[in-house]
């Protein structure tokens, strides 16, 4: 038996050896995995999701802009309507539209020149007489604001008779637009009589001296064909009858139709009347 053991060891110490030998020939390295390990810029990786946020929120910026505009196009105002459009418009609304007394179609029929401040009666009349010879087929009708105030307030019947009453009681200046009002509705009442059958000039004295009646009155009755500036009554007289605040505003009267090209300053002290009529009367045809 220990003989056979030993014979056992014999043989397999060869084996043992042999398979011992073939493992210490396996190179170390061939047994070990290699890795790449991969460096990627971490900067990258952080800008490039901004930028796509960036690009995403500027598509949908665009597709918005584009969206309000159009519901913008489609709601564009009218540029025309028809008379029962409009008037259902004012009826819906409760807008009703400005009539003015004089129409488009009328301004050659009656036409209108003003005289912010005056300070004869005489020299009046000689702008009233050389209208007249500038164009003699025409009628000349001079209105006097202060004469037609006068009137209203003395005529209880009047519409702004109880107006004009009680703020001279309590000395309380008029409102704006009253004058052009008492105006308008003089010059409607001439109209509707034999007097508004003919061609007419209105030559009106002492008005408008503010501009907020010179708007009223070509909103509401109708174009002024001149405004009319007596350079020597202005510079002389008007400082001595009127104060600073009144002043101001009749100048501000004459430079707001000047900058509509409708002021023609009269130097009537030294010049020929009836020429300079002629040539403002020239310039209206």
């Known amino acids: 038996m220990f003989r056979l053991g030993q014979l056992g060891r014999t043989i397999a110490a060869p084996r043992l050896n042999l398979s011992l030998g073939s493992v210490k020939r396996i190179p170390l390295q061939a047994s070990c995995r290699n890795y790449v390990i991969v460096h990627k810029d971490l900067s990258k990786t952080k800008k490039e999701p901004r930028i796509r946020y960036i690009a995403y929120l500027v598509a949908?910026?665009?597709v918005a802009i584009w969206f309000v505009s159009g519901q913008v196009d489609k709601k564009?105002?009218?540029q025309y309507m028809s008379e029962?459009?409009?008037q259902e418009y004012e009826q819906s609304t409760g807008i009703k539209r400005r009539h003015?007394?004089?129409t488009s179609d009328l301004n050659s029929k009656y036409k209108f020149y003003v005289i912010p401040y005056i300070y004869s009666d005489e020299e009046l009349e000689n702008i009233r007489s050389s209208l007249k010879k500038a164009d003699p087929s025409r009628k000349i009708v001079v209105l006097d604001p202060s004469k037609l105030v006068a009137e209203e307030k003395a005529?209880?019947?009047k519409r702004y008779s109880a107006l004009i009453n009680d703020l001279d009681a309590a000395h309380k200046p008029y409102p704006p637009g009253l004058i052009?009002?008492?105006l308008k509705n003089h010059i409607q009442f001439l109209m509707n009589t034999r007097e508004g059958t003919f061609d007419t000039n209105y030559l009106i004295k002492n008005y408008p001296q503010t501009t907020s009646e010179a708007i009223k009155f070509e909103?509401?009755?109708?174009?002024i064909s001149k405004c009319l500036i007596l350079h020597y009554d202005v510079l002389n007289e008007l400082p001595k009858q009127k104060n600073?605040?009144?002043v101001r505003s009749i100048k501000n009267v004459e430079g707001y139709f000047d900058s509509v090209g409708k002021s023609k300053s009269l130097v009537s002290k030294f010049d020929q009347m009836d020429k300079k009529f002629e040539e403002i009367m020239l310039e209206d045809y």
């Open 219 to 223: 909103n509401d009755v109708s174009d």
């Open 84 to 86: 029962r459009e409009f």
């Open 180 to 182: 052009t009002a008492i």
């Open 76 to 78: 564009k105002p009218k």
């Open 155 to 157: 005529d209880e019947t």
């Open 100 to 102: 003015k007394l004089i």
């Open 60 to 62: 949908v910026s665009w």
């Open 244 to 246: 600073d605040n009144e």
